[in-house]
């Protein structure tokens, strides 16, 4: 089965950044659409941002101008790079991998990474 892997998260200070990677076992031409989720303690899991095989890129609002999301065929990752943080990012980030033509978004039917803990203290 398909594996996603992330690393990357840690603790920093406000204003500061970090960079995310998520890695598949497979080619990421495999999947209509790779993203990246986020929850926060007591909150629902947010959709970050999204990136389809056709290169069509979509952020949450929240998000818009601080995050962005790329990929390296190369490597089968794709990386979320989180610059001007916020204590409102602080959550678990999760990757998802959705193989079904129609997608749009990762439904529940994706795969997912078991979560990268990003802290932004203030």
């Known amino acids: 089965q398909v594996q996603l892997v992330e690393s990357g998260g840690g603790l920093v200070q406000a204003g500061g950044s970090l960079r995310l990677s998520c890695a598949a076992s497979?080619?990421?031409?495999?999947?209509?659409?790779m993203g990246w989720y986020r929850q926060a303690p007591g909150k629902q899991r947010e959709l970050v941002a999204t990136?389809?095989?056709?290169?069509?890129?979509k952020y949450a609002d929240s998000v818009k101008d601080r995050f962005t999301i790329s990929r390296d065929y190369a490597k089968n990752t794709v990386y979320l790079q989180l610059n001007s943080l916020k204590p409102e990012d602080t959550a678990v980030y999760y990757c998802?991998?959705?193989?079904?033509?129609?997608?749009?978004?990762?439904?529940?039917?994706?795969?997912w990474g078991q979560g990268t803990q990003v802290t932004v203290s203030s």
């Open positions: 497979g080619s990421l031409f495999s999947f209509n659409v």
């Open positions: 990136v389809t095989r056709g290169s069509v890129i």
């Open positions: 998802a991998a959705d193989l079904r033509p129609t997608a749009v978004v990762p439904g529940r039917e994706s795969y």
